[in-house]
Structure formats: structure tokens, C-alpha cells
């Protein structure tokens, strides 16, 4: 009912001033009340269907806990109809209307569903410009409305999208555990997010965390390590603040290539100690209980996981373990330090063997001595390069192959003189989409394959960092500032158009195409608003439809 009162409002804006006595009025009002009616049920879409996806042994397992948003095509520019998420066998149900404001004589929808990976506040994957990784997942159902059965489709199993597809089911996993296991609602640091970036270019060929990102280079297809990284992800926001961690990264030297066995420094082996007793959390027995490494002592990564692991299985599991690392943020930079807070919560536990808690009787180099190791492996590097232009050309093909409409669909309200209206303001539509297109394209094949790869050096000098954001704020820039400029100008055009005409079904179709265009300018300002942030994600809605992957066929 608010529905129809709403386009009724609009309608009866939409006729102007007119005199007319007050039988006339109220068969005005059945007239436009059946119209409403009709125009609501037009625009009125249910979707429902079920996604899979490609897990990492090549089979089709349920999407869960996905996002799902039902998109209505069009030449220009794809407008939301609704959004929300697969149940645990991958189903999903949505409904909308197609349309802010009526439209007398507008034809039916392009619905089409679109597969984002996002769950706000708990998991985000995306790529190094911060798009957050979609794919379309059906076929465009032209001028259909009311129920649409779009059946089993299964998302992309092209990577990159379905490496992330993968990680984006793991993190999920992984948040799961860790709430049930901890009692947290939300894991620490960036809204409780994990982030996870992917394809990263890393220079030695393996997953990175920092403060609320997990880097995940495209060449790694051993997803076994994620809880690892999802280990770190945990430890790192917990500990303190972005600047705290960065700190921690310069004097332990985060970011390299380590083993288990590697004799290094108290701060790296318990950052990468806790990541490897996380992963037996999630993988149990992934690590003997016995160690049996050349090295011992603190400052050897794989004795102090099993000297954590050992702590847990006597001393309560997970729960008291987490609590004694997230309550002293700053404080833990050691297995002493973290033995001696643990003990401090739980004197009562009983340790009834040596868990050798002091460092190895040698000397050591102090962390900012320690020798830095090779800055790249030059076969994995020229792999990820090769693999970034794979991206970047899929990129362009897609665009080359989505059709393009070689005239405006008009209403069929509108009377014959006022087609060219329509039509004149189609053609500027069709040249801003198909100028921002080839401007998000050429920009993002510059920027991405002259970034700098993620390497040891560039990591603790921040230079990585410094650039990707530099090119995050160029992309955007470079694509949201000429498009806001052009809708812009498409909305001053519509108003004139407006403005030259009282006829209601002509009056209705520009109040429609102005809306949209009122809702893109929105979009692009606050991308442009967002683009010095730390985290800013660039709005789908702002991008080209060739930036989504692709869906395997359905059945």
C-alpha cells in the first residue's frame, strides 16, 4: 500500500495544475490508482536460487553465508534492486522493486544476480585497488518481472575469483571457530573485518599479514596455511594499534620467508609461534606434540608453538589462552611474557613438564641485526606478474564481449514527438559508460602492473604501502571524478528536458532517470570523500560491469 501511495503521489505531481470539477478528480484518482497498481507490479521482482562454489579439490560444495544482490541491468549504469545472504545450503530468496519512482509505460526489468564477496564486520576479499571481489552470477532475464527461479549457479571457478571464493569460505570458517571458541562476538582491530587481499604481487611467494589484511599472493594454491595467517590476524590487532604493529614489524622483522626450525628472535617466534598453535586450533594434531626440531629455546618458532599447544591441552584450551594474550595488548613479545601473564590469570594450572622457557644458550644478534633474507624470488615473481596481466587482459575481454544496446528502450506511454527526448538523452548516456569503462580500464592496467611488489624491504620501509595507497587514490580519482562530472551533467540535462514539458508519462520517465542519476552521483561523491582512508573500499557500483568475474554455466 505505501508502495502504491507513493507512486501516486508522484503521478499526480507528474500532471500538473489542472482545473477540473470533482467528479473528474475521482476518476482521475481510480485511473491513476489502477496505473500505480500496475506500475508497482511491473517493477515488483522475487529471485531465488541456490550458489555453489569450487573449493580447493575441485568440488562443488554450498555457498554459504555469501553475499547476494539482485541487479537490474541496464547500457548505463546496473542499479541495486536487493541484497542478502545464502542459508547453510547455499539457497538465497530476494525481493524488490526496480525502480525509486513510477514510470508510466516503462517496461519490465533486467534482473540479473551478482555474487559479492563481503560480510560487513566479519569478511571482506578484495584486490590491491580495494574493489571488493563479485562475480555475475546468471544470465540478464530481459523485461521480466514478478517470480524468477534463476536455479544453481556456481560461481566463478576461474581464479582469481575462485581462489577468493576459497579464501572467503575459510575466513568464515576460521570466524566461526574463533567465536565459538573465545567467546567474542567479533575478532579485534577494523570493526572485527578480516580482510583479505588477493592476488597480491609478493616478491617471496607467500601469504603476508599485517594489521587487518590478510595478502595472499595468486600463485598460492596451498590453502592449508590460511589458519596461519588468520593466526596472525588475531595476534596483530590484538597487540596494539596499526602503529603498534608496524613498529613490531620493523624491529622483529616481520615479513619474510621463515621455517620452523629457524633459530631468529623472541618477538618473530612468538608472532609466528602463535600463528602455528592457531592453525593446530584449527587443523588438530597439524603439529607433533613432541618437538623434535635441531633448535630449541624461545627464540625458535616451531618449539614455541608446541610449548603453546602443550599450555592449552593442560591448561583449559583456547579461551584462557586468548584471554591472556588480548588482555595485555603491548605487553607479549615472548613466550616468557606470554607464560608469565598466563600464569598470572591461571596460578591453579599445573605444568608438569619443562617448557623451557628461556631463550637458547647462544649468542644472539639483536632484532635489528638479524641479516635480512633474500628480497625476492625472481621465478615466483615473474609467475605473479604473468598472472596480474592474465587479470587485467580478462578484464578487457570481458568488456569487449558484453553486448552493447544499439537504441533506448522507450516507454510506450511516451507519445512519438517526444522520442527523441529519449533517445538524446540515451546517446549521453551510453558515452559516459562507455568513456568511464575504457577510463577504469586503461587506469587500472597502468596502476596495478607498475606497483611495486610486496617485498621484505619494501614492507618495513612502508614504500608498499605508500604506493598501494597512492594508486587506490589515483584509481579513484581517475575514475569517479569525470563520471561525477558527466552524471552532472546528464541531471542538468534531464531537468531542461523537464523543464519543456507538462506530459505525465515523459514527466514520469525523467523523474525516474533523474533518481538514478541522483543515487550515482551520491555513490561517486563518497568514493571520492572516502579515497584518502586507510581502508577504503571503492563502491562496486561505481565500476563497469567487465570488472566482475564471471559465472560457470548452471544447471
Known amino acids: 500500500m505505501n508502495t502504491h501511495r507513493r507512486i501516486l503521489t508522484t503521478l499526480v505531481r507528474s500532471t500538473g495544475t489542472i482545473e477540473m470539477n470533482s467528479m473528474n478528480r ?134 582469481p575469483e575462485r581462489m577468493a571464493a576459497i579464501l572467503y569460505v575459510l575466513a568464515q570458517h576460521a570466524y566461526n571457530r574463533f567465536t565459538a571458541l573465545s567467546g567474542d562476538s567479533k575478532v579485534p582491530g577494523n570493526g572485527g573485518e578480516v580482510a583479505i587481499e588477493v592476488p597480491v604481487v609478493l616478491s617471496f611467494g607467500t601469504p603476508y599479514t599485517t594489521w587487518d589484511t590478510i595478502h595472499w599472493p595468486g600463485v598460492k594454491k596451498n590453502f592449508d596455511v590460511f589458519p596461519h595467517e588468520f593466526g596472525h590476524r588475531l595476534r596483530h590487532a590484538a597487540d596494539g594499534s596499526f602503529v603498534h604493529f608496524n613498529n613490531d614489524l620493523v624491529w622483529y622483522r616481520y615479513g619474510r620467508n621463515h621455517s620452523l626450525d629457524e633459530d631468529s628472535n623472541l618477538g618473530f617466534a612468538f608472532n609466528e609461534g602463535w600463528a602455528h598453535y592457531f592453525r593446530d586450533v584449527i587443523q588438530p594434531d597439524f603439529m607433533d606434540f613432541v618437538w623434535n626440531g635441531v633448535n630449541r629455546g624461545d627464540e625458535v618458532e616451531g618449539h614455541v608453538a608446541h610449548k603453546l599447544i602443550g599450555i592449552a591441552d593442560i591448561c583449559g584450551g583456547f579461551r584462557h589462552m586468548w584471554q591472556a594474550l588480548k588482555n595485555n595488548p603491548g605487553e607479549i613479545h615472548s613466550f616468557q611474557e606470554f607464560f608469565d ?100 580500464r586503461a587506469t587500472y592496467r597502468r596502476l596495478v602492473t607498475g606497483l611495486q611488489a610486496m617485498s621484505p624491504r619494501s614492507i618495513r620501509d612502508g614504500s608498499y604501502e605508500r604506493d598501494a595507497r597512492a594508486a587506490r587514490r589515483a584509481f579513484i580519482t581517475a575514475v569517479a571524478l569525470p563520471r561525477l562530472r558527466e552524471a552532472q551533467d546528464i541531471r542538468r540535462n534531464i531537468a531542461a528536458e523537464k523543464s519543456k514539458t507538462t506530459d505525465a508519462p515523459l514527466r514520469s520517465y525523467l523523474a525516474r532517470l533523474d533518481t538514478k542519476y541522483a543515487r550515482l552521483e551520491e555513490e561517486l561523491r563518497r568514493a571520492l570523500a572516502a579515497r584518502d582512508g586507510q581502508g577504503t573500499k571503492l563502491p562496486l557500483g561505481i565500476l563497469p560491469r567487465s570488472f566482475a568475474g564471471s559465472a560457470r554455466s548452471g544447471r
Request: glycine letters at 6%; charged letters at 30%.
Open 341 to 440: 601473564a598466563f600464569i598470572a590469570r591461571h596460578p591453579p594450572c599445573s605444568l608438569d613438564f619443562d617448557f623451557n622457557t628461556r631463550p637458547s644458550p647462544r649468542t644472539r644478534p639483536s632484532p635489528r641485526t638479524i641479516p635480512n633474507p633474500p628480497d625476492a624470488d625472481a621465478s615466483v615473481l615473474a609467475s605473479l606478474r604473468d598472472d596480474l596481466r592474465k587479470r587485467v587482459d580478462g578484464i578487457d575481454a570481458r568488456s569487449a564481449s558484453i553486448p552493447a544496446r544499439k537504441s533506448p528502450r522507450i516507454p510506450s506511454a511516451i507519445r512519438t514527438q517526444d522520442h527523441a527526448v529519449v533517445d538524446r538523452l540515451w546517446r549521453k548516456r551510453i558515452q559516459s559508460a562507455e568513456l568511464a569503462d575504457t577510463r577504469a
Open 26 to 159: 475521482i476518476l482521475l484518482m481510480v485511473v491513476l490508482m489502477i496505473a500505480a497498481s500496475t506500475i508497482a507490479q511491473a517493477d515488483f521482482v522475487h529471485a531465488k536460487g541456490r550458489v555453489l562454489f569450487v573449493d580447493s579439490d575441485g568440488d562443488e560444495k554450498p555457498f554459504v553465508r555469501v553475499q547476494v544482490r539482485l541487479m537490474d541491468s541496464d547500457s548505463d549504469y546496473d542499479e541495486e534492486i536487493a541484497r542478502g545472504f545464502t542459508d547453510h545450503l547455499g539457497r538465497y530468496s530476494l525481493s524488490g522493486s526496480a525502480g525509486d519512482s513510477p514510470c508510466i509505460g516503462c517496461g519490465k526489468p533486467d534482473p540479473y544476480i551478482k555474487v559479492v564477496l563481503e560480510d560487513p564486520g566479519r569478511v571482506e576479499v578484495h584486490d590491491i585497488m580495494h574493489f571488493t571481489r563479485n562475480a555475475v552470477l546468471t544470465p540478464i532475464r530481459e523485461e521480466t518481472a514478478g517470480e524468477i527461479d534463476f536455479g544453481t549457479r556456481t560461481f566463478t571457478d576461474e581464479d
